[in-house]
């Protein structure tokens, strides 16, 4: 699951992107893929974990699931697409490599639910570190190529 989500960092990658890309997966299936595009859409809630959830919600819709839904990045997912996994009913996430700046698996380590109204509406399981030197290699690839900006000062840091 975890390769799926580097290939599609390699995507990103070829398309001048920064080299995130997440798939969301049910059974066997994988029912939102993407890659961040920042670059590509102009816009800074772009995350490809957002953006593989949003395309999971709009194929699933609230129809029953009749498996969990489990998300893969190469890159720890910050606060916000923690919420949205959190939101999207996802019950394990797995990522390569820690985000130290705005990773939020402190957040989800607690796995408390928001409310007792809401059980499903608890943080997901999550483990990391899977692949993480390649993961690293593709930002370090990223920073070699790319102009100097936020964006790569912030990906050197992951390098």
């Not at 890309?21 to 859409?41: H, I, L, P, S, Y």
């Not at 720890?76 to 009913?89: D, R």
């Not at 990522?95 to 607690?110: I, N, Q, Y």
């Amino acid at each position: 699951m975890l390769v799926a989500a580097i290939q599609v960092a390699e995507d990103g990658l070829a398309a001048g992107e920064l080299p995130i890309g997440a798939v969301v997966v049910m059974g066997d299936d994988v029912v939102g893929r993407a890659f961040t595009q920042e670059k590509t859409q102009g816009r800074r809630l772009v995350h490809a974990d957002l953006l593989a959830m949003t395309e999971a919600d709009r194929a699933l819709g609230w129809r029953r699931r009749p498996a969990p839904l489990t998300l893969a990045v190469n890159l720890e997912p910050c606060v916000m697409c923690l919420g949205a996994a959190m939101a999207m009913g996802v019950s394990q996430i797995y990522f390569g490599l820690e985000s130290p700046g705005d990773g939020a698996s402190a957040v989800a380590a607690e796995r408390r639910p928001l409310s007792a109204d809401l059980p499903e509406y608890a943080a997901p399981a999550i483990t990391g570190g899977i692949r993480r030197e390649e993961v690293r290699e593709q930002f370090r690839r990223y920073c070699e190529g790319a102009a100097d900006s936020g964006m790569r000062r912030w990906a050197a840091t992951l390098a």
